[in-house]
Every structure is written in C-alpha cells, then in structure tokens.
C-alpha cells in the first residue's frame, strides 16, 4: 500500500518540485513584496504575481505529466465540489449585469471569476505537488519565516520612525506589507496557531523553542496592538477547540493503548506511560489573553498600546443585517446566478438600505458585503451558495476524519493538523471579514496542501492514468494538455495586457494629480484603453475632455469665434461624449457611467447646445434607475434646471435630495443660492443656518451667512456669527 501510494510521486518528482518552488515563491512574496510596478498598488502587484506564477506552474505541470505519459486522478468528491466554485461564477458571470467586469474586474480583485479560477487552479497544484512531508514543512516553515520577517520589518519602523524601510512608499504606520493592519493580525493569528501546534505535537530543541516563544510574545503584541475585536473572539474560539482536541487525541490513545495489552503487565505499563492527561499550558494562555483583550479594560490597554505605537485600525464595511438585505433582494429577482462576480456595488446602489444615508459612509459605494463569502453569495446567487456550502461539508468531513486518524508518524500528524486548523480558520475569518489578496490566497494554498497531506496521510485517494501505451487516448489526452497549456498562455498573455492597461491609467493619473501636463494624462489614458479598455478608464478620459471644454470656453475672451476653435470644441465634446457612452456599452448597470454622460451635457447646456438639456436629463434619469435611494442624483437634477433658470423644478429635485438624506448640506446650499436668485434673503439665511448646525466646523458656511445677513443689512448678526 505504501509503495502504491508513493509510485506517481517518485515519477513526477522533478515536475513536483518545479511547480512547488513556485508556491514558495507565491508564499514569500505574498507576506513580504508587493512592489511590481512603481505606480501600482500592492494588492495588485500581488494579484499580477499569484496570477503569472500560478499559469506558468500549471504549465510546467502538464509539460511533466506529458513526459510522465500518466496523472493521478482523485477519487474524492472534494475535489468536485472545488472545481465547481469556478464553474458557478463563470455561468453568473454570462447571466449577471457586467460580464466584462466579472471577468477579471479593473485590478483582478478576488470577486471576479478570473480570481477564482486562478485560485482554484492553484490549490490543486498545492494539492498534487505537495505530496511529500518535507515539501509541506518547509511550506510551513516558509510561512513562519514569512511572517516573523513580517513583523521585524514593522517593529524597526517602530523604533526608528515611519522614514525608516519606507521604500518611498510607507510613509507613515498606517500601512503594511500585506494589506491594512488587520490583515497583518490575521496572518500574527495564523503564526501562533501553527506554532502552538509545533510547541504540542513536535519534539524540538531547546534552542528552537526559545525561539519559538519569542515570536509567540512578538505576535501577541501585535494582536494587542492591532486590537481586531472579531479576531479576538475567532482566534480564542479556535484555541479553545485546539486545547479540547489536544486533550482528547490523549485519552484516545488511553483507550486505544488498554485494548492492546494481552495481559496485566503489558497493561499496567500502558496506565504507566499516560497516566495523566496532556492539558496544554500555551493553548491555555493563550485562551486567557484572548479574553482578556475582548474586556473592555484589555480593550482600553490595547488602544492605549496602538496609539503610542502610531498604530490606525479603522475600516467600514456593511453590517450582517445590511448584507443579508442586499442578498435577499438579489435572490428575489436574480435568484440562481446573483449579479455577477465583482458586481456587488451594483447591488448596493440599488437596493441600499435608506438608512444608511443617516449614516457617515452613505456615499461610499461599498464592492464587499460584511465577509468575503457573504459577498459570493451575493453574486454568484443560490447556485454559488450551494457549490460554497457543498465545498465547506467536505472539507469539514475530510479535516475532521483526518484528525482523529493516528495510523501516522509525529511529523504527519502536526503537519496535517496544522494544515487543517490554519486553512478552517482563514476560511472562517473569510467568512466574517473580508481579508486581502494575499490572505485570500493564503487561504487558498493552504487549502490545497492541507488536500496534499490528506493525500499522505491515506484519507484522501487517487487513481493513476495511464495514457501511452495506448495511441488513441495519448493522442486524446496530448491534444488536450496541450489546449490547456495554450488557454493558461493566452490568459497569461491577457494578464499581461491588463496590467500594461492599469499601469498606464495610472501614470496618467499621477500627472493630473501633480499638476503635470494634460496632454500626457490624455495620451497615458489612451494607451490604457488601448491595451485594456474598462468604464472606468472611459470615465476618466470623459472627465479630462470636459476640463479640455471649459478651458476652450474660457479661452474665447471676445464675441467672436473662429473656425478652429468652434472645430477643436466639436472634437473635444465628441470624445467626451463618445467615452462616456463607451463606458455605458461596457458597464450599464453602474450608475455612475450614466452620471458621466449626463456631466458631458451639462457642462454645454449653458451654451445652449441643441438636446443638451434632454440628453443630460435623460442620462440622470437612467442613473436614478441604478441608484434609487442616492440623493446625489437628485441634487445633480436640480442644479441641471438651476442652470437653466427653472428654480420651481429645481427646488422639488432638492426636496426629493433632503427627504433621502435631511442633513445634505450641498442640496441646502443650492437651495439657499436658488433663493437669493429669487430674492427671497430671509429664507436663503434659514437654509444656511441649517447648513451651519450641520456643519459646525466649516469656515466656508459662516462666511457665506454673514454675507448674507450684511446683505439684508443685520449687521450684529453678520459681525458676530462671522466672529463665532
């Protein structure tokens, strides 16, 4: 049995090792780079890197198997249920709202279907890679390294100042490596579970164990300085199952050791050797510390503890009871297949909770629910869900019968406990949270090698195929590795593209944004569309023509106009005009694509071009249908009839924007500036009284109501609201 399992691996052992030095890669780099290009981001870079190397091992992957002329099939359903997490989001992608957004989204975010793909490829090359107990230690190993360099990185910015290691990028505490500071908890987490393990499970030197103990300390400090409330109570929840498992793997082997003995010595030695029961001290700790730092006077500790540290951990994000709405308003009208991968905002613009416009954060256009899986469900609908939740029984079933099987060595055991505890408690915090790419990835890996150590561990089986002894199924199965190897090629190649695209988008947004030349922001937009054309860069390039137009229209200082100027305007409204409805054709259901064609109209209605007005009422009209409940849209109506004089209508658009949202200062302001149109100064100086309880600290708001109170001749109030 031992030689039949370890044939295929011993066959493909220099294919093995090609692919797995990519996953090592993928690990460190994950946790410690982030710089691809200088003008990107680091979740992107990180997004280019998981893609390219995650193709190229596949790739190196297949050429083997061909060579090997056979693979391993697996017999387990798990593998299944894996396979169709892609195959539902590539089904929701053609039935959602944006497909070319589904596909691989604007910076492969890990909603989008290309994402998932990848993910998914990558935890079955984990999975058959790894099938050996030296690659899946030193991959645990790696991970350890990993976040140990983590953390020394952060605690010597700590002690010589954010300048310190800033590589021009991380110019104050705010920042990290892998993503917000709650992901670096995540992963410090993550380093004391396995660790805790290793400390149970594995016998180490006393060297290595002082080690050890100093990263412990070293990663609770940054979980009481980070001080993630929802990662306290996960992390303590699965201490506690880690402690409870600990203590019965040990009267297990009581009771399995008593049925062995074949007479009263034999028996008596066995009570000798466990006579008392492992209570492991560390996971107890730990369990302590965690409930310490869930009191709210540990909670006060650890705010005290970040803020000497410089330490900010503020995120917004929707609510469970804010999340579930928008999934049951998906599933009552798209009830199988969601919105579509990486379209959750367009669910949240449209059936947003009114509520949340009382809120600080309701013009944020959210792109994740309240957890990363909560956020599939939403748009991969009930089929999604069903290929999520059928994934999670059989992992649950697999872990927990891996668990309790003790036919294997000390080595086995911690490595496939801690392969299993670690990816169960990524997936978990997934649900709850919405970590970043690189956790998100790491979640994934180590779900694969937790697979691979099933596989060594004999609760997971296969079936080796053999394809060249037979000349029809080789050709058969040539042609199609050799299809898969052209796809992974071809989606590598359109990896590439998007990335040349994003970075180029951002080379022309950084000229803007440092006041550099137009021109060259409109010849990088350009070239990003080029490359790799999104709404978004449409929009953008929409907006700079606009800027182009009023520059024109401010340049014309006389009554008349000449030839070219009247021709250089036409050109610059039809560009602008053209790359808003392109990005309209590429993205209909996001409001905001129809606010940027109704922005071009606008900005021309002054100057009495022909359908202008129509033209602009009508695309704002269309946004409102993708965004009922913004009142945004509403105010952006009234300063379209504000512009043409018609205050009555204006005035009912800005009571449509107040009754959304009764505090919009920006919609009283312009009903006060309508009312000084009018004359009417009494009401104008209520509005901005209004504005100024609403806004208490703007200096702007007082200045404009003493004006207004010293044009309707109240002098005292003018002087002493000014003063105020």
């Not at 256009?365 to 909560?374: E, N, T, Y």
Request: hydrophobic residues 50%; positive net charge; charged residues 10%.
């Amino acid at each position: 049995v031992s030689q039949s399992r370890y044939k295929p691996i011993i066959k493909a052992k220099t294919s093995s090792v090609c692919s797995h030095e990519y996953m090592h890669v993928i690990l460190y780099y994950l946790s410690l780079c982030g710089l691809y290009f200088h003008l990107v981001t680091f979740q992107f870079s990180k997004a280019v890197l998981v893609f390219s190397l995650t193709l190229l091992a596949f790739c190196v992957y297949v050429v083997s198997l061909l060579k090997q002329g056979h693979f391993d099939v697996p017999r387990n359903y798990i593998y299944i249920a894996l396979l169709l997490i892609p195959v539902t989001a590539l089904c929701a992608t053609f039935a959602g709202v944006a497909s070319g957004k589904s596909f691989f989204g604007y910076g492969f975010e890990v909603g989008t279907f290309g994402f998932l793909f990848v993910l998914t490829l990558l935890t079955v090359l984990s999975s058959f890679t790894a099938r050996s107990e030296k690659r899946l230690v030193y991959t645990i190993w790696a991970l350890i390294a990993s976040v140990t360099v983590l953390m020394v990185f952060h605690i010597l910015r700590f002690l010589f100042g954010p300048g310190f290691l800033s590589l021009g990028i991380f110019t104050t505490q705010d920042t990290s490596l892998v993503g917000s500071w709650y992901d670096v908890a995540i992963l410090c987490s993550v380093l004391l579970i396995a660790l805790l393990l290793a400390l149970e499970l594995l016998q180490m030197p006393k060297r290595v164990k002082f080690f050890v103990y100093i990263v412990m300390i070293a990663a609770v400090c940054f979980l009481v300085a980070i001080n993630f409330t929802l990662l306290w109570v996960v992390f303590a929840s699965f201490v506690l199952t880690i402690f409870v498992y600990l203590f019965s793997i040990e009267s297990v082997r009581n009771t399995q050791e008593k049925t062995l003995g074949l007479d009263g010595e034999v028996i008596h030695i066995a009570k000798q050797k466990n006579n008392v029961r492992k209570i492991s001290v560390w996971a107890l700790s730990l369990l302590a510390i965690s409930v310490v730092f869930l009191l709210p006077l540990g909670g006060a500790l650890g705010s005290s503890f970040a803020s000497t540290l410089g330490i900010s951990s503020i995120q917004v994000r929707p609510s469970w009871s804010a999340t579930m709405y928008i999934a049951h308003q998906v599933i009552k009208n798209d009830p199988l297949f969601g919105v579509g991968p990486n379209n959750f905002s367009a669910a949240w613009q449209l059936y947003k909770p009114q509520q949340i416009n009382v809120t600080p954060f309701w013009n944020l256009d959210f792109v994740s629910g309240v957890g990363f899986i909560p956020t599939l469900f939403v748009t991969t609908g009930i089929v999604g869900m069903l290929a999520w939740m059928t994934f999670f029984g059989f992992l649950l079933y697999v872990g927990f019968s891996s668990l309790f099987k003790r036919e294997q060595g000390a080595v086995l055991s911690y490595i496939t406990t801690t392969l299993f505890f670690v990816s169960l408690y990524l997936w978990v915090i997934s649900i709850l949270y919405v970590p970043s790419t690189a956790v998100i990835t790491l979640m994934f890996i180590f779900t694969g090698l937790f697979l691979a150590s099933a596989h060594l561990q004999g609760t997971l089986t296969s079936k080796s195929v053999t394809f060249s002894s037979f000349p029809r199924a080789s050709f058969a199965f040539v042609l199609g590795f050799v299809l898969l190897c052209m796809m992974s090629l071809a989606l590598l190649y359109g990896f590439g593209q998007k990335t040349i695209s994003a970075y180029y988008f951002e080379k022309g947004a950084a000229a803007l944004r440092s006041g550099g030349s137009v021109d060259v922001a409109e010849n990088n937009f350009l070239r990003a569309i080029e490359y790799g054309a999104n709404d978004v860069f449409y929009r953008e390039y929409s907006a700079l023509q606009i800027n182009r137009l009023g520059v024109i229209v401010s340049s014309v200082t006389t009554g008349e106009v000449t030839e070219a100027v009247q021709n250089e305007f036409q050109r610059v409204l039809g560009n602008a005009i053209q790359a808003a409805q392109q990005a309209i054709a590429y993205n209909d259901s996001s409001y905001e694509n129809w606010v940027a064609l109704g922005r071009v109209y606008e900005a021309v209605v002054p100057l009495g071009i022909p359908q202008a007005y129509e033209n602009a009422l009508q695309a704002y009209q269309e946004a409102i249908k993708r965004s009922p409940s913004n009142p945004q849209l509403n105010f952006v109506l009234a300063r379209l009839e504000a512009a043409r004089q018609n205050f009555p209508k204006a005035k009912e658009y800005i009571a449509a924007a107040l009754a959304q949202k009764s505090n919009y200062s920006e919609a009283i302001f312009l009903k006060s500036k309508i009312e000084v149109a009018e004359g009417d100064i009494r009401s104008a100086i209520a509005s901005v009284e209004n504005i100024s309880i609403i806004s208490p600290n703007d200096v702007g708001v007082f200045f404009e109501l003493g004006l207004l109170k010293y044009n309707f001749k109240d002098y005292v109030g003018a002087a002493y609201r000014d003063w105020e």
